[in-house]
């Protein structure tokens, strides 16, 4: 079964139209992103897999049909989402930003563990677990936003434009961790990025998104080494 | 054709006015008279909520304000009922400016906040010792209404007080009325429109939002002044406890049931708040309020728009 | 000297009230950004609630914890019935149902209870026991009483899973929902909070002002000065201005303006604090939005 099916997707907000009919999948285990230019969709579909937005089409998850769940019924299907702007609550510390991401969780015996683990992976988010998230700095945020998503033990993992804002160092940086997330915790990833190549590098399969409609896909090793279709499409 | 049907209507109207107020009883007319002098109030309101969006929960302020202007003009200053609207207008602009200074800064739930404490502060400053012997304190300022010019009677009814001030209420209201109508469908209007749709641009335009804004205030205090020392005649009497924050809520719901932005909505408006809690007392002391609460609830969830919007809606609703 | 200290303790007694009042707006406001117009009424009826039920010769602790209980459930479905459909509605619409509210509650109050005033008697002893010549009895009790609902309240949002997910839901609803938080049951949960303190509030009121439907009027006035005083976005700001409401009330009332226009202090306070201090003393957010 795979993880994730979406067919004749649209979504609005409001009135406005931003989705016009989508079509993917994502097989279990693989990290998959999706590419395009500032407002071809990316970020919609992210928000309409967690119906945060108004749909209409099929979105099947886990051989359920959730295109009629409200958001936190989703959640506790196993999908975090670390949204653009790392959406981290800000006034309040590391640590209870990090509970928050298990707050669905009905193991909280475990809960310390897991935030132990996420300490071991980012020891900056150790040093200032006391600290307001919103002192952190840009690249700890998002190291943050991803923890706390990974509190969770969240089958897929949603991330949107994590690069974005970041000093190159501190993008590796998080892109390792998210490649050690996939191989080591076997989490199933849908990322959304600007930056083609970074992403391309990472992930298995690739989809290319234009004015909210697919009108690329394939295996990322293939896109990336198919010169004619970076050029046109990706503008590298 | 339709301008003589018009011209007609008004005549039909007028004469229908005229002859009004000799057919029904005296303590209906004066009912009727106090209802005319709520539509005042409710328009000025409604310039200010229901137009250039600003949300007072203090009106009854400024009906206090006038009132009591009225009144401590008539006693202790000697001046005829008439000559005291013009005065408490004046006053109450001034004060509905003075408000309107920190109202440029607050907004939405913020102004409604500072009304709302405007209105409960209002009774115990018009009980205040210090000024009692102007205010009459807690007991207030009884008046006498003013005799009718002439003698006169028609229908077998003479022309008692209360009818005269019918007229007298008409001859404030009807002008006041068309004056607001005229001003929001001019270029005051419009500007008034303009800040509360899309502020931003509006500045953009040239038009002076501070000005506008204080200036509107003012203008809805003004209305609602002169409607206060209207009804402090009508009633021959003032005290503190005639102005307490239900008279801002009074107004308030009269502005909700006439239609927001409505100019001719108010008379439902004051229709409304006049003669529903007569109704609603038969049934118990506290019912009245409890009507007006759930006929807010009521209307805000499902005709915002009042009793005009209704009617608007029928119209358009014909047209399809 | 000595009637300045009897001022200043009468005054940090109200104040807890205040305090509490202004503790329930704010938390009503971080997470709707809506101010509850009808708070006072709510509570008022409430306190009527529990008057009844001493009557009928429920035990007074009995009858406090029982009345907490029903003003709570009562306050989350206001939420749920009243206030929901109109979340996203235009603030005007929104101001109009609270005020909807007030009137109703009001109403009711006078309808079911009758418009006479009521004795409320105190739990407390007459003569308290610490500082007796500065401080009643029932002011102590009362100050105690509230004092350790604001603690209660501290502790549960700063220590409890359902609390912290309450700050966080009012803090960033949108990103509450994505770790799987109800938002919207959220909100209810607090305006459930806010009407139990607000009881609280009202019961602890009562003994001394008297009890009927226009109790707590002039008092939900010094509640929002309270919590404008502290930051309209910041609850202890508000509990800290409340006392400082209740002192300074006493205060002016004693030595500056005469105690018949108290209620104009907290008039100056809010229109004052409103253009001159947005923030209050310790807010974070402006509160200026034309």
């Known amino acids: 079964m795979k993880l994730l099916e979406v067919s004749a997707l649209q979504a609005w907000y409001g009135t406005t139209q931003a989705l016009f009919g989508l079509n993917f999948s994502l097989e279990r285990g693989g990290i998959t992103t999706i590419l395009g230019a500032n407002g071809a969709g990316k970020t919609t579909t992210l928000r309409a897999i967690c119906q945060t937005v108004k749909t209409s089409g099929d979105i099947v998850l886990l051989g359920q049909s959730t295109s009629r769940y409200p958001t936190d019924k989703i959640v506790r299907m196993g999908v975090a989402h670390v949204p653009d702007g790392r959406g981290t609550f800000t006034a309040l510390t590391v640590q209870e930003n990090l509970r928050l991401g298990a707050y669905t969780r009905r193991d909280k015996e475990l809960v310390g563990q897991d935030i132990e683990r996420i300490y071991t992976r980012f020891p900056r988010l150790k040093e200032r677990f006391n600290q307001q998230a919103g002192t952190l700095s840009g690249g700890e945020q998002q190291m943050l936003a991803i923890g706390r998503a990974l509190m969770l033990r969240p089958t897929l993992l949603l991330l949107d434009e994590p690069s974005f804002g970041l000093a190159p160092l501190i993008v590796q940086e998080i892109f390792e961790i998210m490649k050690n997330i996939n191989e080591v915790d076997q989490v199933s990833m849908l990322l959304v990025e600007q930056n083609a190549s970074l992403a391309l590098n990472l992930a298995d399969y690739a989809y290319l998104l234009e004015t909210g409609k697919v009108v690329l896909s394939g295996a990322a090793s293939d896109i990336r080494s198919d010169e004619s279709i970076r050029r046109t499409y990706l503008g590298y | 054709m339709h301008f003589i049907s018009t011209r007609l209507i008004w005549l039909v109207v007028l004469a229908g006015l005229f002859v009004l107020p000799f057919l029904l009883p005296n303590f209906r007319v004066f009912q009727i008279n106090l209802m005319i002098v709520y539509a005042i109030a409710v328009l000025g309101l409604n310039i200010l909520t229901g137009y250039a969006g600003q949300i007072s929960l203090g009106h009854g302020a400024f009906y206090a304000i006038g009132a009591y202007a009225a009144a401590i003009l008539m006693e202790h200053a000697g001046f005829s009922a008439y000559a005291t609207l013009p005065v408490a207008a004046v006053v109450c602009f001034g004060a509905g400016v003075l408000m309107g200074f920190p109202a440029l800064r607050l907004g939405g739930h913020y102004l409604a906040l500072a009304t709302f404490a405007l209105a409960m502060a209002v009774p115990q400053l018009l009980k205040y010792k210090a000024i009692a012997p102007y205010t009459g304190g807690v007991q207030g300022i009884v008046l006498s209404k003013p005799n009718p010019p002439f003698e006169f009677r028609f229908l077998g009814a003479p022309l008692t007080e209360d009818r005269w001030l019918f007229f007298v209420t008409i001859a404030v209201a009807l002008p006041l009325f068309l004056l607001a109508s005229n001003l929001i469908k001019g270029r005051i209007g419009r500007a008034i429109v303009a800040i509360r749709d899309q502020p931003i641009a509006a500045g953009a335009l040239g038009v002076n939002l501070a000005w506008v804004k204080t200036l509107t205030f003012g203008l809805s205090a003004a209305y609602t002044g002169i409607a206060g020392a209207l009804g402090a005649v009508v009633i021959a009497f003032v005290a503190p406890d005639s102005f307490t924050s239900f008279l801002s809520i009074s107004l308030l719901v009269g502005v909700v049931v006439g239609g927001l932005g409505s100019i001719w909505g108010a008379l439902f408006g004051a229709a409304f708040i006049q003669f529903v809690p007569n109704v609603a007392d038969e049934i118990s002391k506290s019912a009245p309020w409890a009507v007006y609460g759930a006929i807010l609830i009521a209307l805000i969830y499902v005709a915002p728009g009042g009793v005009m919007g209704a009617f608007k809606k029928l119209k358009s609703g014909d047209a399809k | ?290």
């Open chain 3, 1 to 290: 000297m000595d009637s300045f200290l009897l001022q200043i303790f009468s005054g940090l007694a109200n104040g807890s009230i205040y305090a509490a009042l202004g503790l329930a707006l704010v938390m009503i406001y971080q997470s709707t950004h809506h101010i509850n117009f009808a708070q006072g009424e709510m509570a008022t009826f409430a306190t009527f609630i529990a008057w009844t039920l001493i009557e009928r010769g429920v035990p007074y602790w009995l009858a406090f914890f029982l009345t907490v209980g029903i003003a709570f459930v009562g306050g989350l479905l206001v939420q749920r019935i009243f206030i929901k459909p109109v979340e996203r509605a235009p603030v005007l619409n929104n101001v109009i149902v609270f005020v909807g509210l007030l009137v109703i509650f009001n109403a009711m109050s006078g309808w079911i209870f009758g418009q006479t005033v009521k004795a409320f008697n105190s739990p407390f002893p007459t003569t308290s026991l610490v500082l007796p010549q500065y401080i009643s009895g029932h002011q102590l009790g009362s100050l105690g009483v509230t004092l350790g609902v604001l603690l209660v309240v501290f502790l549960f949002f700063k220590y409890t899973p359902i609390g912290l997910a309450m700050r966080a839901a009012a803090q960033n609803p949108d990103s509450a929902s994505l770790v799987g938080i109800p938002v919207s049951w959220m909100l209810a949960l607090g305006w459930g909070l806010a009407s139990a303190i607000g009881a609280v509030a009202g019961i602890m009121m009562a003994p001394v002002v008297f009890l009927d439907p226009n109790m707590m009027g002039g008092i939900l006035l010094y509640g929002f000065a309270a919590a404008l005083l502290g930051g309209i976005d910041n609850p202890w700001g508000a509990v800290i201005g409340g006392f400082i409401v209740g002192v300074l009330e006493n205060i002016l009332g004693a030595y500056v303006i005469g105690t018949e226009l108290k209620l104009s202090v907290a008039l100056v306070l809010i229109v004052g604090t409103l253009t001159l201090m947005p923030n209050g003393l310790f807010g974070r957010k402006v509160v200026t939005r034309v």
